[in-house]
């Protein structure tokens, strides 16, 4: 059975940092496509930085670029999201999901809406604020 938690989230004043952990069990970082998604109120859920096996690299969104780091343990099955220089417009739930992809799957395409859609396993989330 494959389960996510997320841990990490809570209360930061702007400018803070904040790392969130995606401990994945029963799900092999041999073969994924990993992502952070989050969901402010009232706005669509965004794809937030993705990694696919594929090809290795790590996408980010425009808005959190340069600014957030995507990394996985594969020793501790988990992946994290970096957090720095965070902004109230980062408020969110984040929430971590993952797939096992069909075939090739790019980190970019990972992030869409559209694979989103698809993707079997997701945590419950953690919630992030960012105010002072």
């Known amino acids: 059975q494959v389960q996510l938690v997320e841990s990490g989230g809570g209360l930061v004043q702007p400018g803070g940092s904040l790392r969130l952990s995606c401990a994945l069990s029963?799900?092999?970082?041999?073969?994924?496509?990993i992502g952070w998604f989050r969901q402010a109120p009232g706005k669509e859920r965004e794809g937030v930085s993705c990694?696919?096996?594929?090809?290795?690299?790590?996408y980010y969104a425009d808005s959190v670029k340069g600014r957030f780091t995507i990394s996985r343990d594969n020793a501790k099955n988990t992946v994290y999201l970096q957090m720095n220089s965070l902004k109230p417009e980062d408020t969110a739930v984040y929430y971590c999901?993952?797939?096992?992809?069909?075939?090739?799957?790019?980190?970019?395409?990972?992030?869409?809406?559209?694979?989103?859609?698809?993707?079997?396993?997701w945590g419950k989330g953690t919630l992030v604020t960012v105010s002072s």
């Open positions: 999901a993952a797939d096992v992809p069909r075939g090739s799957v790019r980190s970019d395409y990972v992030c869409s809406q559209t694979y989103s859609l698809v993707m079997g396993y």
């Open positions: 029963g799900f092999s970082l041999d073969l994924y496509a």
């Open positions: 990694i696919s096996s594929m090809d290795g690299l790590a």
